[in-house]
């Protein structure tokens, strides 16, 4: 057994299997103890939820409970895998709202493919939770999928594969194209990939200023066009009238390249024929659309992006999905709006901003120091400033948009880091 895959097993296996565990609260040590843990003090919080169904955040883990819940349909980039298999990843995305951000999650793998069945299923049992959030998910099923629970329920409901990955690339695109001195209503976008990453993202681009003219969509059949045959309605809404057929068609003069497609498919001399200063976000994991060093010895004049951790500028959703809930949250909210998901870009966009604490920096040993700029467009996943910063943006925005059902009460408050010297 290649020594990795055994490092990887292991890790999963031992001191004991998994990544997450439940955790008592509430002493539970005397007979008193238990008089009030269960029967018969229990019953008083029950009676106070069935008089009011919002008494259950004050009386049951509710407020900050998240479930993490896939079908297994579309896996980390390996496909159909199945409910089962996904565990691992559903549970160390608990694993991450916990670590992050200071919310309990537990992880669901629901045995259906069938999109209505699943929906029931997933609004039945979300009175348990004060959040849902939806993973490795098919594309168009994901949008649908949503859509419907969205509607149905009275918590944030959230596709991180949909807006974490949007809300991470439109951060990382504002700054990078503020460096490149162009402007996103004026900038030609080609995104590669037309799933649930690609199409979210756009969508959101173009909420944020950008030209739908200026958007050309490319999945495996090539640049979607008008004159195409069979494209599901979430595509159709791309359409061009053009005479573009290819990616490489597609790149000419384009400003900005957004892969979440496939491995090595940006050429070299598709890359040479983009516009100056082009912005390229390769974010196939693990292996990019084009290798950085390529595209570096290509162009001088880029600023480049990836999905791995062992390049500058790494696109990692892990800096949105915990802290946009954590607002959520702090607010009982009953959704995530697109105003607090634009709350959540311009956070982490201000906060690429500020000088960098050397605590920051003591996470990555090879850095000596950060700013912004060509190699540091969006702020790391260990920057501490994160869950100081989003969830009060997040629940703010919740709060003038009519969705937050009370004032904003972090119910964890991050401790200032007493290492303050910046770089």
Known sequence: ??????????????????????????AMETQADLALAYTPGVSEPVQAIANNPDAAFDYTAKGNLVAVITNGTAVLGMGNMGALASKPIMEG???????????????????CQNSAEFISTVARIAPTF??????????PECFEIEYALREQLNIPVFHDDQHGTAITIAASLLNA?????????????????????????????????ASRDNVYLVDSQGVVHSGR????????????????????????????????????????????????????????NPTPEINPALAHSVRKDL?????????????????????????????????????????????????????????VLSYYPGLKSLSFGPDYIIPKPFDSRLIEVIPPAVAKAAIECGVARTAYRPIYTEKKAKNTEVT
């Open 229 to 284: 045959q069979h494209l599901n309605p979430y595509k159709f809404a791309f359409a061009h009238e053009t005479d573009k057929r290819t990616l490489a068609d597609a790149l000419v003069d384009a400003d900005v390249f957004i892969g979440v497609s496939a491995p090595n498919i940006l050429t070299a001399e598709m890359l040479q024929s983009m516009a100056p200063k082009p912005i390229i976000f390769a974010l196939s």
């Open 303 to 359: 600023i480049l992006a990836t999905g791995r951790s062992d390049y500058p500028n790494q696109v990692n959703n892990l800096l949105v999905f915990p802290f946009i809930f954590r607002g959520a949250l702090d607010v009982r909210a009953t959704k995530i709006t697109m105003e607090m998901q634009i709350a959540c870009v311009n956070a982490l966009r201000d906060l690429t901003h500020q000088p960098v604490p050397a605590s």
């Open 93 to 111: 995305k608990a694993a991450l709202f916990k670590k992050f951000a200071h919310i309990d999650a537990i992880d669901i793998e629901v045995e």
């Open 1 to 26: 057994m290649p020594d990795h895959i055994k490092k990887a097993l292991d890790y999963h296996a031992h001191p004991r299997p998994g990544k997450i565990a439940i955790q008592v609260t509430k």
């Open 177 to 209: 194209l503020e460096l490149q001195g162009k402007t996103l209503h004026e900038s030609v976008i080609v995104c590669v990939g037309a799933g649930a990453a690609g199409l979210t993202s756009m969508h959101l681009l173009i909420t944020l200023g």
């Open 130 to 139: 004060g959040g849902i959030n939806l993973e490795d998910i098919k594309a």
